[in-house]
């Protein structure tokens, strides 16, 4: 493993050129055609048998190894944000209103360094490795279960990913057994009632004053439906009504959010939102269109897999380095390559103050320490031989 950790410093300059380049010129979901050339080009370069058009854009890699033995999948997301970035530094996004606002650069560039890496051994592999770069994982549907339509995850037997995060500090890493990442949902909800003169409120029906109600009463769903043991949140995120400061606005829109663990309290809370709406709405006298889209599912890393992080973690980081995460109310399509796969879903601490990489996820002024690449591709290697290893003695 000395080694292969030397390997990997030495590969990681390359790692930071091709991040930059990246975060330079990222591409929005379900338009990451160059990103993928990029990525095909240099799998090809190191003799890895390359499948492109996979689920959209996605691109696969084949890695067999000199040794007989077990399939790993390694995965990395490829897509970037719809948000102006305002960082001032070399490697800002050119793409105007697009910007790599959540590592997805960097990931795909630590897989991009491991392929290297392991090309670079491919003789002492007691097994296979596949290399996932997946497209689309911001926006719902997302692009895992089309590459696994795609064939994707065909003839592996284990399955693990990264998530470089800046609320943990540089040279960590953490995840937990069992529930792990939030089933993700949304909702739009259009209310309609009777618009007019802002003089005359009684010869209305104020679509605006309903959806103030409906804000509010939707957050009776944690505080008095859900169990008070188990996570969940109820979040509108958007509120759009009325055109002027004299009309009585006769449709608003709330569009937002459920983020849930428990399968039957992520029905509970659907089925509760219904009433809520359809009631507040029938109060006032006004119609509503309640549209709610199931999202990704929790995410959940299976024990044996968990354990194996915490093992080759404080081997590769320390044991200092290495913790048991919270749960974590972001969602992450992830979760449907471990519904077909043992595997695991890492966080590796990206967040350094004194290198600005203190913004969170998703904000125009986000970034990372680049040297959570290291980090993450010593994990991902090390995950990947040690079940191979662990299969080999069997």
Known sequence: MDE?????????????????????????????????????????????????GIGGHGVVGFLQGGRPGPTVALRADIDALPIQD??????ASKNPGVMHACGHDAHTSTLLGVARTLSQIREQIPGNVVFLFQPAEEVSPGGALPMIRDGALDGVDAVYGVHLWTPFPVGTAATRPGPFMAAADEFVIDIKGKGGHGGLPHQTIDSIVIAS??????????SRTADPTEACVVSVGSFHGGTSFNVIAETTRLIGTVRTFNPDLREAVKE?????????????????????KYGYPPLINHDAEARRFFKVGTQLLGKDAISESPLIMAGEDFSY?????????????????????????????????????????????????????????C
């Open 4 to 52: 292969l950790v030397q390997a990997i410093q030495k590969n990681f300059p390359q790692m930071v050129e091709w991040r930059r380049y990246l975060h330079e010129h990222p591409e929005l979901s379900f338009q990451e055609a160059e990103t993928a050339g990029f990525i095909a080009a240099r799998l090809g370069q190191w003799g890895i048998d390359v499948k492109t």
């Open 86 to 91: 305002e960082k001032s530094c070399e490697y």
């Open 213 to 222: 109600h409906l804000v509010v009463n939707l957050q009776t769903i944690v």
């Open 272 to 292: 509760r939102m219904e009433r809520i709406v359809a009631s507040t709405c029938s109060m006032f006298g006004a119609s509503y269109e309640l549209d709610y």
């Open 337 to 393: 390559y471990l519904q077909h796969k043992p595997g695991c879903f890492m966080f590796v601490g990206a967040g350094n103050a004194g290198k600005q990489a203190e913004y969170p996820h998703h904000h125009p002024r986000f970034d990372i320490d680049e040297e959570a690449m290291s980090h993450a591709a010593k994990l991902l290697i090390g995950m990947a031989l040690d079940y191979m290893n662990e299969s080999d003695m």
